[in-house]
């Protein structure tokens, strides 16, 4: 597989449940990112990802929990969802560090649906 | 406060009609405006990067400039596969902001 890949693509929990996002890129990027998507609003970063290291959580709840075991994985962990928590959650990753100029292949995402 | 602005919302045009999209920014210290696609039940897919305000980049039916406040998305002589959802995103320091997206419908 080449590019960004995310699994599940789709996704239905209920609030006490518990699941994980994955995402995989085998484009040899350093950079991996998580953001929410919801209707009509802009993209949402969550967390941000350099050489297995978070370098940046934009104040996400704590019932997101992300892994990077290695730069090519990433993980959602989800715990005691809220239903506003329902969107499109995407992967994404680019060359190296940092949000500058730098150019973010995505994933096709993973439609989340909390009950 | 809004730093990215995207402009119509949504916008209907018949095969053939050219019209143009705005992405307007007040961020100061520009680094790079990213124009992305975005497909229905997919993720946005890169387009162009603008870095300096008179800059122009094509490709195919699509033409982006870019000013000191806004940049502009044309397009020309549209097809139906052109239909998509279209996302501005402005970069400063260390920061990527995105718009909300102009949803674009073509019709034959």
């Known amino acids: 597989e080449t590019g960004v890949t995310q699994t599940p693509r789709h996704l239905v929990m209920g609030m006490t449940n518990k699941k994980s996002l994955k995402c995989e890129q085998h484009?040899?990027?350093?950079?991996m990112y998580w953001y929410k998507q919801s209707a009509k609003k802009p993209l949402e970063l969550m967390f941000v990802y350099n050489f297995k290291e978070q370098t940046e959580n934009n104040s996400v709840p704590s019932r997101f929990s992300p892994e990077c075991p290695n730069s090519s994985h990433l993980f959602l962990h989800l715990h005691t969802l809220q239903p506003e928590d329902s969107a499109l959650y995407l992967c994404?990753?680019?060359?190296?560090?940092?949000?500058?100029?730098?150019?973010?292949?995505f994933g096709a995402g993973s439609r989340l649906t909390v009950l | 406060e809004d730093q990215v602005t995207q402009s119509p919302e949504a916008l209907r045009l018949q095969e053939g009609e050219s019209s143009s999209l705005n992405c307007s920014y007040t961020v100061s210290g520009l680094r790079g405006l990213f124009w992305y696609r975005q497909d229905p039940g997919k993720g946005p897919e890169f387009l162009f990067t603008l870095y300096s305000a008179g800059e122009e980049k094509e490709k195919e039916r699509l033409k982006a400039t870019l000013t000191k406040k806004e940049s502009f998305l044309h397009i020309t002589a549209p097809k139906p596969e052109d239909s998509a959802t279209y996302l501005c995103?402005?970069?400063?320091?260390?920061?990527?902001?995105f718009g909300a997206g102009t949803i674009l419908r073509v019709k034959s």
């Open positions: 995103a402005v970069s400063y320091g260390n920061k990527l902001v």
């Open positions: 994404a990753s680019s060359q190296v560090q940092g949000l500058g100029a730098n150019v973010l292949t």
């Open positions: 484009l040899g990027h350093n950079a």
